[in-house]
């Protein structure tokens, strides 16, 4: 697609219930982002895919999120039992390989809006 | 550890007045630094980047930012803003060019009236 796409872009749950979260990054970028913006902060890194593995998974909270992207493409960003302070917007971004043009630049999806209640 | 400092949660001007928006970080080896804009109900993209070189950087826009090491500063101007301008601003650090684990600021709301 031209921009990266985030599914859903507005999730409600209840306490407890597992949740995915979806993001289809721009074709060719082999780097993918997951961010977490809280109300009134700036986006925490999450997770680093460059290809299918995870090369920088140090922003996630606790074992009750996993990301996956088996293929090198689409990623997804899993919740189990989720939590009230779970609730955010979730960010997706991809970038181009080192070397390319707009060295440095994450191209970031509009966010999937999680509320927990 | 890495931080950013945005120092203003909230900068309201007028249209035409010139703007800045101030940004220190904090770093233990070299950074690169980046502008994001988020306008109201769209994505996070970026405004500007500093990697290396020429220490001022602009972006498209009119918008610029100067690097300078020894205040640890980023901070992005402008000399006459716009309408358009509004929007949220969020600086950022990195510690590598491919812009891996970006460290944001908690942004700045740039208000623009008439």
């Known amino acids: 697609g031209a921009g990266v796409s985030q599914t859903p872009s507005n999730k409600v749950t209840e306490k407890g219930k597992y949740v995915e979260l979806r993001c289809d990054p721009i074709?060719?970028?082999?780097?993918l982002y997951w961010y977490r913006q809280s109300l009134g902060q700036g986006p925490e890194f999450l997770i680093y895919?460059?290809?299918?593995?995870?090369?920088?998974d140090s922003g996630l909270p606790n074992d009750r999120f996993f990301a996956v992207r088996p293929e090198g493409s689409v990623s997804t960003l899993k919740i189990q039992r989720t939590e009230r302070g779970d609730s955010a917007v979730y960010l997706c971004?991809?970038?181009?390989?080192?070397?390319?043009?707009?060295?440095?630049?994450?191209?970031f999806g509009e966010g999937s809006r999680l509320t927990v209640l | 550890a890495q931080s950013v400092t945005q120092l203003d949660s909230q900068v309201p001007v007028f249209e035409e007045a010139p703007v800045e928006l101030r940004c220190n970080y904090s770093?233990?080896?070299?950074?690169?630094l980046f502008w994001y804009v988020q306008y109201p109900n769209q994505g996070l993209q970026l405004l500007l980047k500093y990697l290396s070189g020429s220490t001022l950087v602009e972006s498209i826009n009119g918008f610029e930012a100067e690097f300078n090491k020894s205040q640890t500063s980023f901070h992005l101007r402008k000399p006459s803003v716009h309408i358009s301008d509004t929007a949220e601003y969020f600086c950022?650090?990195?510690?590598?060019?491919?812009?891996?684990?970006?460290?944001f600021g908690k942004g700045t709301t740039l208000s623009v009236s008439s």
């Open positions: 770093s233990s080896v070299s950074v690169y």
């Open positions: 895919f460059q290809g299918t593995g995870a090369a920088d």
């Open positions: 074709s060719g970028h082999t780097a």
């Open positions: 971004a991809s970038s181009s390989p080192p070397g390319t043009a707009n060295t440095g630049e994450l191209f």
């Open positions: 950022a650090v990195s510690r590598n060019q491919a812009g891996t684990a970006l460290i």
